[in-house]
């Protein structure tokens, strides 16, 4: 195997300031940068204009960059990222040169999902069933990559302010040999709660958000959409399952479809408060796999998190800038006020 | 005084899973938002609609909303943000009802402090004798502040990328009763390593830095900037002084000169860097103030953070989005690489 070189292979690095690690996909410097493979207007997306790719690379019999040719798939369809941040295989940091300069390991997998082979038809604008095989899906999905994987962070990047430049309707999965920085304050908390209380902590708070009803966006049989007490972004939210879960794989077939069910909710009241298809980010966190699927993860509790940009209009959104990159968030809009404004917005889809 | 109301009043609120704060402005719900007060394309700026507001709110004798008017400044001018996120008044929250929704008072001042009476001078095209009464007034707000704040953050949001929709050069600052949460992270991190050592954790590292020689952008007599082993956006940067500096205060007459030198190097480099006006959040990090300065804070080194989001071109930036947001902060370009890149780029402005 090559020689470790930080300039060349995947790696982690502590950042002693902040307490938090920095993922560096050193290997993608590698990949061709050429003047072709430079999107003309702002944008991330790397394939759209490559020589040989279809235009819109994600459809049914696409070509993508390389090559490869997406599926004539008829519902979900996964495949692995032409241009992965995780690889699994790779050579190792070797121990840093110096105590200050902290580096770790970093294996793992990058897949993109599209959810339907029509590249207009947001999950807002997806019927309850076609939803559904989205969450089974990702149920596989975290089953498959979490067998080797300590993390399968499964995310959605939806619309232009939000970094996605590709409208057709998809999210990724990128599976690590470690556990993210978020997420593992996230367990480190939970777990200290759960040691001093013998109660999961998002349970006991989702049983203060019942009794308290100030920031239930919708309630189903299986589900709660909350504004989280100590939300960010103007209109974030949490889905919470009322059962105890750990993950994903975890949900009955029940708690799948109401999933579903909840999920085309939020999003239709998303797209209906500003009359505009909504751009958000959201993601699913619930206990860790790989070496932890046979350790005590009862502390846990799945759920999701939606994080939205807007904050007044289509087209204002909120910057999380200055104050908030070097200080702490800011909000003007309180939590309660954002959920009333929720609550008040119709579920049904305003274009249908 | 008003009995306290949280969708009325300032005040912060604890993120239980991730152990973080964030401040919520609640007071600002009251201004009024009508059509009016709404600018019309993306932007965050309240005021340059606002009718009887000059068009260029910043200018020298422009008249602001509420009907204040600029001073013909000359040089640097500093006013209280007609929209505080901060106000240094108002009743604080009582004892949360549940041990679940934790909060905390907050109280402060928000600032706004123009660089120059010119719209177009940013720092990077400034003389650096206008560069130096920039620090100067920042030393002089700083003590001001400090007197009864905790934490007094300066920082810029330059660009509209971020944010900043009045390109006249200026920055913000905010100050604050209680010490924000990144800084607190980093004053904790500090702290420890302060405790074991008996050595700034900063100036260890900086000696790393001098002694690697692989991520310095520039060096002068008083002051380094590198790009840090574990920076997360592509150019991102950090100011250090040589001496060990707690303070903006406490720098020296030469270590302000020196300081707008390596400024104006560094915000050309990053202007030539794509031929533009390089967009970043800046801001300032040292030891805390107000009931701080009574404490020992020698753990304490003062550092500037740059934290620019373009990636590629001018029109191309690194979007910290989906799992950012949810997992870790990801990179493709290796700090040693951007280090690289940063000081090969001239540091004579491209369009002098
Ligand atoms: O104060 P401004 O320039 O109106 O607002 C800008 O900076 C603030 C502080 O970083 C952010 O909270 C706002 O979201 C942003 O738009
Ligand atoms: O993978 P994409 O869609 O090309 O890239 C997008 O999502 C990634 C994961 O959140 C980010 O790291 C990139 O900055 C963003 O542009």
Same mark, same amino acid.
């Given at each position: 195997?090559a020689e470790f070189?930080?300039?060349?292979h995947?790696h982690t690095?502590?950042?002693?300031?902040?307490?938090?690690?920095?993922?560096?996909?050193?290997q993608?410097i590698n990949r061709p940068?050429t003047?072709?493979?430079?999107?003309?207007?702002e944008?991330?997306?790397k394939q759209?204009s490559l020589p040989?790719?279809t235009?819109n690379?994600l459809?049914?019999?696409?070509?993508?960059?390389?090559?490869?040719?997406?599926d004539?798939?008829?519902?979900?369809?996964?495949?692995?990222?032409?241009?992965?941040?995780l690889?699994?295989?790779?050579?190792?940091p070797?121990?840093p040169?110096?105590?200050l300069?902290?580096?770790?390991p970093?294996?793992g997998?990058?897949r993109?999902m599209c959810?339907?082979?029509?590249?207009?038809?947001?999950?807002a604008?997806m019927?309850?069933p076609?939803?559904l095989?989205?969450?089974?899906?990702?149920v596989?999905?975290?089953?498959?990559?979490?067998k080797?994987?300590?993390?399968?962070?499964i995310?959605e990047?939806?619309?232009e302010?939000?970094?996605?430049?590709n409208p057709h309707?998809?999210c990724?999965?990128?599976?690590?040999?470690f556990i993210?920085?978020l997420?593992s304050?996230?367990d480190?908390?939970?777990r200290?709660?759960f040691k001093?209380?013998?109660?999961?902590?998002l349970?006991?708070?989702l049983a203060?958000e019942?009794e308290?009803?100030e920031?239930?966006?919708?309630v189903n049989?299986?589900?709660v959409?909350?504004v989280p007490?100590?939300?960010?972004?103007p209109?974030e939210?949490?889905l919470?399952?009322?059962r105890h879960v750990?993950?994903?794989?975890?949900?009955?077939p029940?708690?799948?479809?109401?999933?579903a069910e909840?999920?085309?909710i939020?999003l239709?009241k998303?797209?209906?408060?500003f009359? #505009? @298809?909504?751009?958000?980010c959201?993601g699913?966190?619930?206990?860790? #796999?790989?070496?932890y699927?046979? #350790?005590d993860c009862?502390?846990w509790?799945?759920h999701?998190l939606?994080?939205p940009?807007?904050l007044? @209009?289509? @087209?204002?959104?909120?910057h999380?800038v200055?104050y908030e990159?070097?200080?702490q968030?800011?909000?003007?809009?309180t939590?309660?006020?954002?959920?009333l404004?929720?609550?008040?917005t119709?579920?049904?889809?305003?274009?249908?």
């Open positions: 195997m070189d930080s300039n060349k995947q690095r502590y950042n002693l300031l902040q307490g938090q690690w920095v993922l560096v996909s050193a993608r940068w003047g072709q493979t430079e999107p003309t207007k944008s991330n997306n759209d040989g790719a235009s690379y459809a049914p019999g696409a070509l993508r960059v390389g090559g490869k040719k997406n004539d798939y008829k519902n979900t369809f996964v495949f692995e990222n032409d241009f992965p941040a690889l699994s295989t790779g050579p190792d070797p121990p040169v110096h105590p300069l902290v580096t770790a970093a294996k997998t990058c993109v959810f339907h082979p029509r590249g207009d038809l947001t999950l604008r019927d309850v076609d939803i095989i989205v969450i089974e899906e990702w596989r999905q975290l089953h498959e990559l979490g080797d994987n300590a993390w399968v962070q995310f990047n939806k619309g302010p939000m970094g996605c430049s309707p998809h990724q999965i990128w599976a690590s040999s993210p920085d997420p304050r996230s480190k908390n939970q200290e709660y001093q209380h013998d109660s999961q902590l349970l006991d708070y203060v019942l308290y009803r920031r239930l966006v919708a049989a299986h589900w959409c909350i007490f100590w939300a960010c972004w209109y939210t949490m919470i399952p009322k750990l993950r994903l794989t975890d949900l009955t029940d708690e799948r479809l109401s999933g909840i999920i085309k939020l239709c998303y797209d209906n408060l009359h #505009t @298809s909504f751009p958000y959201m699913w966190h619930g206990a860790p #796999t790989g070496p699927l046979e #350790t009862s502390h509790q799945l999701a939606y994080y940009c807007l007044r @209009s289509a @087209s204002i959104k909120k999380m200055g990159m070097l200080a968030p800011q909000r003007d809009l939590p309660e006020a954002a959920a404004r929720l609550i008040e119709p579920s049904i889809h305003y274009l249908d």
